[in-house]
């Protein structure tokens, strides 16, 4: 139920804005924003009984004879979209509910809060800080973007060279209206390629900004006459985009990873948790890695952890431990997790990667020792001796279908609508015909 609180400011959000629409969002499996529109006038309808939508039609969610479902709004969401200037607009996120009035257990949105109530019976609080990456393109004058050109020619924090800049603090105004708090904004490594990061936060918020900030980027760039991705590996031969995820526990207000005394500053709690990630890395890879594009970007190379290992000066590590100012440590301790990419689905992959720490935490799993060394250029024997990520999404999968901790995450529903989702995306990667068969091989066979 919404308290008379909540519903009033709402309404004095509708009312000083003037909205005439209200669009009610939520996700599908693979993360992608849906949206039912309705006229301001039946907003108390929707929050007295919710709206209907044909579940059937979303990817994952139901079959057809089970179509019915509604969308009930969490009005800690309701914000006023920005770039919809023309006809006042408003949007708020929605859970999926049944007929009966029970939670649909599908819903990603809702796999995510089952997650962090487990954390909650254990006493903690689970934190995310996502990085997304992002590429930002040109398209041609006919409207097509192949080939794809770079919006400009910078790299890691340049500024003279930086064709961006006015585009990104466009975009944080933007997000700073949907209450996304933004700590830093800059160019990444590659040419056209950006970072955008929000406050560190609880991962239901953090798992919804990085959905709004998706959206958002994307419009932004097209009112600049840009297209934004979020693909992982756009470009062959530079670096990928990824979303690396820091992360802590938090019990009765204090960072429970956190230990002064602790060589890398890690509480026990942290190196279990260390441990359970690291334990189920393979078999969660195809949810915060779930495209056939995303092990084009971890490879070797380019920044992408391919070896399961943790380290804190090491980028080539899964989990780095990042440096932190002494006089921070209590609060500031967490782990970053550098495999998912930003196509993943914030809610499942904040669920998963819960899941799998608080596997960790729960049988106390030890940490292996960690890895200093660059992992890219060990010798042959060496590499030979570390346990590798997946090397495609149809690796990934095999992974995922043995699972059980996937599975329990998820429900028997979503994690077999997942895996369906993934097995056909790989078979029709594996039966189409690339340009670069078709370069190499036309001219000799």
């Known amino acids: 139920m919404h308290s008379h609180e909540k519903i009033a400011a709402v309404e004095k959000i509708i009312k000083d804005a003037g909205i005439r629409f209200i669009n009610l969002q939520f996700t599908d499996i693979m993360g992608v924003v849906k949206s039912v529109g309705l006229p301001t006038e039946m907003w108390a309808d929707v929050l007295d009984h919710g709206m209907w939508f044909d579940g059937s039609s979303v990817q994952g969610f139901a079959r057809i004879a089970e179509s019915d479902m509604l969308l009930h709004p969490d009005l800690d969401t309701f914000a006023v979209i920005p770039w919809d200037t023309d006809v006042p607009t408003a949007r708020v996120i929605c859970d999926a509910y049944l007929p009966t009035?029970?939670?649909?257990?599908?819903?990603?949105?809702r796999v995510l809060k089952r997650a962090l109530a487990e954390a909650k019976k254990m006493g903690f609080d689970y934190y995310t800080g996502p990085e997304l990456e992002f590429f930002l393109f040109k398209p041609h004058a006919d409207g097509s973007l192949m080939p794809l050109t770079p919006h400009d020619q910078a790299g890691y924090f340049d500024v003279s060279t930086d064709l961006a800049h006015s585009v990104r603090r466009q975009m944080v105004t933007a997000l700073g209206s949907f209450g996304i708090r933004v700590e830093a904004l800059h160019h990444e490594v590659a040419v056209g390629q950006h970072e955008i990061d929000f406050k560190y936060d609880n991962a239901l918020r953090t798992a919804d900004n990085a959905v709004t900030l998706r959206l958002t980027l994307k419009a932004i760039a097209q009112k600049n006459g840009l297209y934004c991705t979020f693909m992982p590996k756009p470009v062959a031969g530079i670096n990928g985009s990824g979303m690396h995820t820091h992360q802590s526990l938090w019990r009765d207000g204090k960072n429970a990873f956190a230990d002064g005394d602790d060589e890398y500053g890690l509480?026990?709690?942290?190196?279990?948790?260390?441990?359970?990630?690291?334990?189920?890395?393979?078999?969660?890879?195809?949810?915060?890695a779930p495209l056939v594009n995303s092990y084009k970007r971890l490879v070797p190379g380019y920044e992408a952890p391919v070896y399961i290992s943790w380290a804190r000066i090491n980028r080539s590590a899964l989990i780095r431990i990042p440096k932190v100012s002494p006089g921070r440590v209590a609060t500031a301790t967490r782990i970053e997790l550098r495999c998912?990419?930003?196509?993943?689905?914030?809610?499942?992959?904040?669920?998963?990667?819960?899941?799998?720490?608080?596997?960790?935490?729960?049988?106390?799993?030890?940490?292996?020792?960690?890895?200093?060394?660059?992992?890219?250029?060990?010798?042959?024997?060496?590499?030979?001796?570390?346990?590798?990520?997946?090397?495609?999404?149809?690796?990934?999968?095999?992974?995922?279908?043995?699972?059980?901790?996937?599975?329990?995450?998820?429900?028997?529903?979503?994690?077999?609508?997942?895996?369906?989702?993934?097995?056909?995306?790989?078979?029709?990667?594996?039966?189409?015909?690339?340009?670069?068969?078709?370069?190499?091989?036309?001219?000799?066979?």
């Open 101 to 109: 009035g029970e939670p649909f257990e599908g819903d990603p949105r």
């Open 340 to 445: 998912p990419d930003p196509s993943a689905n914030p809610y499942l992959a904040f669920a998963v990667m819960l899941m799998a720490g608080l596997d960790g935490v729960q049988h106390k799993l030890p940490a292996p020792p960690p890895n200093e060394e660059d992992l890219y250029h060990l010798d042959e024997a060496r590499q030979k001796s570390l346990t590798a990520m997946p090397g495609s999404l149809g690796e990934a999968i095999e992974e995922l279908k043995k699972s059980e901790l996937v599975r329990r995450t998820f429900g028997d529903h979503l994690f077999e609508r997942y895996l369906e989702g993934r097995i056909q995306e790989w078979n029709e990667y594996r039966l189409s015909v690339s340009q670069w068969e078709l370069e190499r091989y036309l001219p000799i066979y």
């Open 267 to 288: 509480s026990p709690i942290a190196k279990h948790f260390i441990a359970g990630q690291l334990k189920h890395a393979r078999a969660i890879s195809a949810v915060i």
